[in-house]
């Protein structure tokens, strides 16, 4: 299966419109699983449809393997029937008259594939997916998660060298967007397929992808693996993005600091100070450790006194909410708390967990690189 690249991509409805996508750079290899993630409005989707060649470029080129498929300058344009994909729409869009084998194997009928090969075919993936004991159903007789497995054997039956998920699973209830993760796995695994998925779900874009991509008004912020979002983002943006409960920013630029963030940048002159301008410092909930006793906190670390305000239960895990001075943080433990609502407490972390950003947002690798090794007190 062929690699997708797209090169300086643009997508603009309009001479007084904001463009949806700008410049974008982006290469799926052979057999990823590609997740587009962002907050609605963020141009993932029609990234989707220009890559499906739904939408033209208005600028930059999109190429599948060897193949110029759209390019303005060159005045290109292979229309999507004949770009090799298929695509899974939002809402399943299945045929209501046809029965769930009619529907499996529509794009074969369409594509006069001899009727051994299209029988072998849909057998093929209706036991894969676990649907052939409803092959002569329709339809309507059938629950969300079941019709969305019918939608992705349609599209698996004509063997597409990509497939292309619109957030395919936003309709289904948790239980079942459960389930089907764990479908769209073992699917990847076994057909080999490329697979570009639209999702805003951070959730579903770090159980699923081999790669992300993360998008905001139109630009690319940052692509890597699930880790690399998730351990090292590339900016305040990502940061902030991904991860539930969100990441604690201390904002040293604000024009009323407040109390934590004047003690993280007295930490950090104190102990690197050959780190300059730093705009701000992000804390994940699980980073941060609390001890009711001050002296009992490692010397290395960043501390703040804190009272605990609240103990949220989330089933499995705990959310304490922290107030220190005029700022709030939030901390994440599997273990239950043995403190109670008002008990004074030291919270901190260690150095090498803080994610530090300069003053336009951009992610200090300097930062890094000192707070491995930090200096003893």
Not at 109 to 131: H, N, Q, S, T, W
Not at 249 to 255: G, K, N, Q, S, Y
Not at 304 to 309: K, W
Not at 310 to 317: E, F, K
Request: with cysteine; proline share 5%.
């Amino acid at each position: 299966m062929p690699t997708i690249n797209l090169r300086g991509a643009q997508k603009n409805y309009g001479a007084n419109s904001a463009n949806a996508v700008t410049d974008l750079d982006l290469d799926i290899g052979d057999g990823e699983f590609m997740c587009l993630l962002g907050p609605s409005g963020c141009g993932k989707t029609t990234t989707l449809r220009m890559i499906a060649g739904l939408e033209n470029l208005s600028g930059g080129e999109i190429h599948i393997g060897d193949r110029m498929m759209d390019s303005v300058t060159h005045g290109v344009f292979v229309p999507p029937e004949k770009r090799e994909m298929g695509l899974v729409f939002q809402s399943y869009a299945l045929w209501p008259h046809l029965t769930i084998e009619r529907n499996t194997d529509f794009g074969l009928r369409l594509r006069k594939v001899p009727k051994a090969e299209r029988e072998a075919r849909v057998d093929k993936v209706m036991r894969a997916l676990d649907i052939e004991k409803y092959r002569d159903r329709y339809p309507s007789q059938l629950s969300g998660g079941q019709q969305q497995r019918v939608a992705l054997a349609r599209m698996l039956a004509v063997n597409p060298g990509v497939l292309l998920l619109d957030e395919p699973l936003s309709n289904l209830d948790a239980r079942l967007r459960l389930e089907m993760r764990a479908e769209l796995k073992r699917i990847h695994a076994e057909f080999k397929t490329t697979i570009v998925f639209v999702t805003h779900d951070q959730w579903e874009a770090m159980t699923l992808a081999t790669t992300i991509a993360v998008m905001s008004e139109g630009t690319l912020q940052q692509m890597g693996t699930p880790d690399d979002i998730y351990e090292r983002p590339a900016n305040r943006f990502v940061a902030e993005f991904v991860g539930s409960p969100p990441i604690n920013i201390l904002d040293l630029m604000a024009d009323k600091r407040s109390a934590s963030a004047q003690a993280m940048g007295a930490f950090l002159s104190e102990r690197y100070a050959s780190l300059g301008d730093v705009g701000s410092v992000g804390l994940r909930p699980e980073a941060l450790r609390i001890d009711e006793d001050a002296s009992a906190v490692p010397a290395t670390a960043f501390q703040l006194p804190a009272t605990v305000t609240g103990i949220l239960p989330t089933g499995g895990n705990w959310i304490l909410e922290l107030r220190s001075g005029d700022g709030t943080l939030f901390l994440t433990t599997h273990e239950a708390p043995e403190i109670a609502v008002g008990a004074a407490v030291a919270v901190w972390a260690k150095p090498k967990a803080l994610h530090v950003f300069d003053r336009k947002g951009q992610r200090l690798d300097a930062a890094d690189r000192l707070m491995r090794t930090p200096k003893a007190r």
